[in-house]
């Protein structure tokens, strides 16, 4: 009996044994997969993914990226988002349009015209503490509506406008490290226009009729002549003028008819928008031709002729490019503005209106 007492005391005592040493060797596995979970997410050992949901200590706010939500693409459009360091030299952010990550972002940025036909497409009221709001619009005031369901929702505002938080154009010059030659195209046709949104009351609409009174204009977009896919720059680029006529005049909304079509073309702007004054916070003086600089279409189209017969006074506008280059913005340029301002502490506050600032 004392010999069966014994092996059976023993055998308990070893399978008591080795439970508890798989349950500790268990117990160990599970914290180390832990810690290494946690050192991974803090030091970043894996990128952020786009389909899962962040939970990172708070501590770790500390040294990670900033995280920029963009709570809708705007006006639908979808671009590469993690491009901000490659083309701008923009780092420490991660740019993200999924809104699993509301609850750990640092700013939501709000594209006005994506939200203002309906308050309910706003982000929920009840935000994250120490998250910032960003009023986002490359529109002109007459464009937008609703602007007052911003009322003291906003923390930032990004726009074309210089007054702004980040201001953020829709294109700007770069000055060259040194002097570059350059050459402008063939030149066979004399003044061309782009439109795509006919509006006869419009002021730029009168303004053509009288001026193609005086002088011949091409003008390209619906209802009128045809681009080739892909092809409007080179197009564009066979008129010695073009005209950059803006659908409103607004204070520094100077768009990509200006940037894109007209400099980027290597034809003279013949500017209709802001002042002259407005666009020389942006443009030298002599690289563009304003209709304000005559007192009718029919004096404006005798000095479009003028300069036409006289290739060395035409030439003159294109000076500032020895010196210069053309930068013309893609929609997530603005984004990586406003990463470059949020490390750069920019001052933020609560707007009490956007309207009456804006308008």
Known sequence: MKTHAIRTFLFTTILAGLGYFAYFKAFLHDKTSQMKSVYAIAFHQKPFSETETPRLPAAD???????????????GYKFPLGVCLA????????????????????????????VSSNISLLPPQTRPSNQLWVWFNMEPPIHLSNLHKMDNLINLTLSYRQDSDIFSPYGWFENLSESENFTIPKKNKLVSWVISNWKPQDKRVQYYEELKKHIPIDVFGRGHLAVPDGKILPTISQYKFYLAFENCQHRDYITEKLWRNSLGSMTVPVVLGPPRENYELFLPADSFIHIDDFPSAKELAAYLLQLDADEEQYR????????????????????????????????????????????
């Open 87 to 114: 083309k701008y030299g923009i780092d420490g952010c991660h740019l993200t349009a999924n809104r699993s990550w509301y609850e750990n972002a640092d700013a939501v940025v709000i594209q006005h015209s994506d």
């Open 61 to 75: 706010f500390k040294t990670r990226k900033l995280i920029i939500l963009l709570w809708m693409w705007p006006r």
């Open 316 to 359: 003159r506008f294109f000076n500032w490019r020895f010196s210069r280059v053309v930068m013309i913005h893609s929609w997530v340029t603005h984004y990586c503005k406003l990463c470059k301002a949020m490390h750069q502490k920019v001052k933020h506050k609560t707007v009490p209106s956007i309207e009456k600032w804006f308008i």
